[in-house]
């Protein structure tokens, strides 16, 4: 009965540093594809806005895309961490 119990125990801890060294990888992989969404939708509406405002979104589109090469940079390295 000990033992069982000694293996849970073991097996929830194991289980436990695993999954909080994926959560970050995880995190930044969703926060990347957002930003890589956000993106597309803001090229789409200056594709078909008129002058003063295809500008604001060919603009707003480029900061989503620096924003996502941030998380997926951090993602990248997160997932790194977590199998060395």
Do not use: C, Y
């Not at 929830?12 to 957002?34: D, H, R, S, Y």
Request: hydrophobic fraction near 50%; charged fraction near 25%.
């Amino acid at each position: 009965m000990m033992k069982r119990l000694l293996i849970a125990a073991i097996a929830t801890t194991f289980a436990a540093a695993a999954f909080a060294q994926v959560e970050p990888a995880v995190k930044e992989t969703g926060k990347a594809i957002a930003e890589s969404t956000k993106q597309a939708g803001d090229n789409v509406k200056a594709a078909v806005s008129t002058e003063p405002n295809k500008s604001m979104d060919k603009a707003k589109a480029q900061v989503h895309k620096a924003k996502a090469r941030v998380h997926r940079h951090k993602a990248k390295k997160a997932a790194s961490a977590a199998v060395h």
